[in-house]
């Protein structure tokens, strides 16, 4: 798959504002030559989606594109590298990206099969954590080794337990809930329904892992990992690093619940007002995300003896709700989340129980239905947040969901105007607030943003909103593109027809000249020449810009653009004499404002 260059100047930007390497990216300046890479060809190697590493920008300049002297070389060092510093060898493709006249390499390091793994360099595996690579514990290369069969761990006996180590309500509603799903248990005594479905081992007294950890007393007590740690983190300033860290105990089903409980007591509540008048308490995160991601992350945990010591950890930052589990995905890979039949359960006993299993209130811990992820990806759009992201270490799972709506205060009042009967869709509610903001959509644009999306539906939101007296579109089809509709407000100020941008041309005696004119298409500053457009989003940013200095971090927020049509706009602005840049260009932390007149 090639890098494109907007692709690439995103993927900076992610850089820039993580403030370092990333879990799939190792970048490396590359003067003196091609990086020593063994470690790092060995973690991506062993990392279930591979990784990147990119060579020739400068991490300690807030990666500022300098270049390869040499790219030929720099590819085939490290191809070199992947063939014979590594065991077994890593499949490595490549990209080169030119920008601000520099050469950058990007190698693309493909990840090894399960049957491969582990990869070694001089005899140790590695793995990716945060921005670096470290050497995997005898335990984690263990739990690699374990995956190469599918894994049966949930349905060992766990030595020291019987029927009476289980929670006597549970179990009760439990084997009621067998019995009324299949007839050939109808009429079987407790124990042998237990023992075909996996709670009791085959033979003998014990529970098994599954059944222990679903329906036990209290499953702790044999089993200290089966538990979830939860913590919010504060900001390192304060003189604290942590607030509310709680360990919760139990069976699945009271985890759950209990950390259902935890996140909203550490999370904000917004009370709203229907059409119909009543009062609902809307959450931060959806409910529903939350539940999904927290009840996946318990009932697929990799319950292997090599994780003793791991649990399944909630961790809330200023901007994210982390959800981690010990163990990554089996039979399917990260691509496959929330598609049709992205499912596979890593414990197939653990799964099957808890299907049947429910919490106090009476829901069920998982609906069997391979639909969670989707679910909780649709929840988290609809409440104008964006879907949650994955990262599958192949020994460990970590969902992250923002905290930050996508779509301003401002612009869900807004919208309430122009859609007062609530008709639609949560993807085109998102397109036109950013046509509001003087963004342009086009077909693919809409499929790239809200992917997985062919092309009929994308077409459908689109002609929905010029239905609707929303949007305009012009252009032939195929190059059709669609824009806020001329008589609605964009950024904030009303308009019978649409901004046309002019090209400024500011001389030493004529700096009155507007940036953006909303009539000709001559430029007044100098008469008769053509008007020509400087960027079709600079009325979005000039807008943006009219409250102050800004950076570009802060224009995405503001305007709902991309990162790479920020950088574009504000490149276009500036070379037309209508910036003042403070910092350096393309920096972290450079702010951009209208030059006075």
Same mark, same amino acid.
């Given at each position: 798959m090639?890098?494109t260059?907007?692709?690439f100047?995103?993927?900076v930007e992610?850089?820039?504002?993580?403030?370092?390497?990333?879990?799939n990216v190792e970048?490396k300046l +590359?003067a003196?030559?091609?990086?020593?890479?063994?470690?790092?060809l060995?973690a991506f190697?062993?990392?279930?989606?591979?990784?990147?590493?990119v060579?020739?920008?400068?991490?300690a300049?807030?990666?500022?594109p300098?270049?390869?002297?040499?790219?030929?070389?720099i590819?085939?060092?490290?191809?070199s590298?992947?063939?014979n510093s590594?065991v077994?060898?890593v499949q490595?493709?490549?990209?080169r990206v030119?920008?601000?006249?520099a050469?950058?390499?990007v190698a693309?390091?493909?990840p090894?099969?399960l049957s491969?793994?582990?990869?070694?360099?001089q005899g140790?595996?590695?793995l990716?954590q945060a921005?670096g690579d470290y050497?995997?514990s005898?335990?984690?290369v263990q739990?690699?080794? !374990?995956?190469?069969?599918?894994?049966r761990?949930?349905a060992?006996? *766990?030595?020291?337990t019987q029927l009476?180590d289980l929670?006597p309500d549970?179990?009760?509603a439990? *084997?009621?809930?067998?019995r009324?799903s299949t007839?050939?248990?109808?009429?079987a005594s407790?124990e042998a329904?237990?023992?075909?479905?996996?709670?009791?081992?085959p033979q003998?007294?014990e529970?098994t892992?599954?059944?222990?950890?679903a329906?036990?007393?209290?499953?702790q007590?044999f !089993?200290?990992?089966?538990?979830?740690?939860?913590a919010?983190h504060l900001d390192?300033?304060?003189?604290?690093?942590?607030?509310d860290l709680?360990?919760?105990?139990?069976?699945i089903p009271a985890?759950?619940?209990d950390a259902?409980?935890?996140?909203?007591?550490?999370?904000?509540?917004?009370i709203?007002?229907g059409q119909d008048?009543?009062?609902?308490?809307?959450?931060?995160i959806?409910a529903v995300a939350?539940?999904?991601?927290?009840a996946n992350?318990?009932?697929?945990?990799?319950l292997?003896p090599?994780?003793?010591g791991?649990r399944v950890?909630?961790?809330?930052t200023g901007?994210?709700l *982390?959800i981690?589990?010990?163990?990554?995905?089996w039979?399917?890979?990260?691509?496959?989340?929330?598609r049709?039949?992205?499912k596979?359960a890593?414990?197939?006993f653990?799964?099957e129980?808890c299907?049947?299993?429910?919490t106090?209130?009476g829901?069920r811990?998982?609906?069997?239905?391979?639909?969670?992820i989707?679910?909780?990806?649709l929840?988290m759009t609809?409440?104008?947040?964006?879907p949650?992201?994955f990262?599958?270490?192949g020994?460990s799972?970590?969902?992250l969901?923002p905290?930050?709506?996508?779509?301003?205060?401002r612009?869900l009042?807004?919208?309430?105007?122009?859609?007062?009967?609530g008709r639609?869709?949560d993807?085109q509610?998102?397109?036109?607030?950013s046509?509001?903001?003087?963004?342009?959509?086009?077909?693919?644009m *809409?499929?790239?943003e809200?992917?997985?999306?062919d092309?009929l539906?994308?077409r459908?939101e689109l002609?929905?909103?010029?239905?609707?007296?929303?949007?305009e579109?012009s252009?032939?089809?195929?190059?059709t593109?669609?824009?806020?509709?001329?008589t609605?407000?964009?950024n904030?100020?009303?308009?019978?027809r649409?901004l046309?941008v002019?090209t400024p041309?500011?001389?030493a005696t004529d $700096?009155?000249?507007p940036?953006?004119?909303?009539?000709?298409?001559?430029?007044?500053?100098?008469p008769?020449?053509?008007?020509?457009?400087?960027?079709r989003?600079g009325?979005?940013?000039w807008?943006?810009l009219?409250?102050?200095p800004?950076?570009?971090r802060?224009l995405t $927020?503001?305007?709902?653009?991309s990162v790479?049509?920020?950088?574009?706009?504000?490149?276009?602005l500036d070379?037309?004499?209508w910036?003042?840049?403070?910092? +350096?260009?393309g920096h972290r932390?450079?702010?951009?404002?209208r030059?006075?007149?």
């Amino acid at each position: 798959m090639t890098l494109t260059a907007d692709a690439f100047q995103d993927l900076v930007e992610e850089l820039r504002d993580h403030g370092g390497d990333k879990t799939n990216v190792e970048v490396k300046l +590359g003067a003196g030559g091609c990086p020593r890479l063994g470690e790092t060809l060995s973690a991506f190697g062993n990392m279930p989606s591979g990784g990147l590493i990119v060579v020739g920008l400068d991490e300690a300049s807030d990666f500022d594109p300098v270049g390869v002297a040499d790219p030929t070389a720099i590819e085939a060092g490290i191809a070199s590298q992947a063939r014979n510093s590594v065991v077994p060898p890593v499949q490595v493709t490549f990209d080169r990206v030119s920008t601000e006249g520099a050469v950058i390499v990007v190698a693309r390091v493909n990840p090894l099969t399960l049957s491969q793994r582990p990869c070694r360099h001089q005899g140790n595996a590695y793995l990716r954590q945060a921005d670096g690579d470290y050497r995997m514990s005898e335990p984690e290369v263990q739990q690699i080794l !374990a995956l190469r069969d599918r894994p049966r761990f949930d349905a060992a006996a *766990v030595p020291g337990t019987q029927l009476s180590d289980l929670d006597p309500d549970l179990t009760q509603a439990y *084997v009621a809930a067998v019995r009324s799903s299949t007839r050939r248990l109808a009429d079987a005594s407790n124990e042998a329904v237990l023992r075909h479905r996996g709670v009791l081992v085959p033979q003998g007294p014990e529970l098994t892992v599954a059944g222990l950890y679903a329906l036990g007393a209290y499953p702790q007590q044999f !089993a200290p990992s089966l538990a979830i740690t939860a913590a919010v983190h504060l900001d390192p300033r304060t003189g604290a690093r942590t607030r509310d860290l709680v360990h919760l105990d139990g069976p699945i089903p009271a985890l759950l619940e209990d950390a259902m409980a935890w996140v909203v007591r550490n999370t904000r509540a917004t009370i709203r007002y229907g059409q119909d008048g009543h009062a609902r308490e809307e959450y931060e995160i959806p409910a529903v995300a939350v539940r999904e991601l927290v009840a996946n992350a318990l009932v697929h945990r990799d319950l292997s003896p090599h994780t003793q010591g791991k649990r399944v950890e909630i961790r809330l930052t200023g901007d994210l709700l *982390v959800i981690s589990n010990p163990g990554g995905l089996w039979g399917i890979d990260q691509a496959q989340l929330g598609r049709p039949l992205g499912k596979s359960a890593v414990n197939e006993f653990l799964y099957e129980i808890c299907k049947l299993v429910r919490t106090e209130s009476g829901a069920r811990v998982i609906e069997g239905e391979g639909g969670g992820i989707r679910d909780a990806q649709l929840a988290m759009t609809k409440a104008n947040l964006r879907p949650p992201r994955f990262i599958d270490k192949g020994v460990s799972f970590t969902a992250l969901l923002p905290r930050h709506s996508l779509i301003a205060e401002r612009d869900l009042m807004w919208l309430s105007g122009v859609d007062r009967d609530g008709r639609l869709t949560d993807v085109q509610r998102r397109l036109v607030v950013s046509m509001r903001h003087g963004t342009e959509w086009t077909n693919g644009m *809409v499929r790239a943003e809200f992917a997985p999306m062919d092309s009929l539906v994308a077409r459908a939101e689109l002609q929905g909103l010029v239905n609707a007296g929303l949007a305009e579109s012009s252009g032939e089809r195929g190059q059709t593109t669609y824009r806020l509709a001329s008589t609605l407000e964009l950024n904030g100020e009303r308009t019978e027809r649409p901004l046309v941008v002019v090209t400024p041309t500011p001389t030493a005696t004529d $700096t009155s000249v507007p940036l953006f004119s909303d009539g000709p298409t001559t430029n007044p500053a100098s008469p008769g020449s053509p008007g020509a457009s400087v960027t079709r989003h600079g009325p979005a940013i000039w807008a943006a810009l009219a409250r102050g200095p800004l950076s570009a971090r802060s224009l995405t $927020t503001t305007t709902g653009l991309s990162v790479h049509q920020i950088r574009n706009a504000l490149a276009a602005l500036d070379k037309h004499g209508w910036l003042t840049v403070h910092g +350096g260009w393309g920096h972290r932390g450079t702010t951009y404002e209208r030059r006075s007149p």
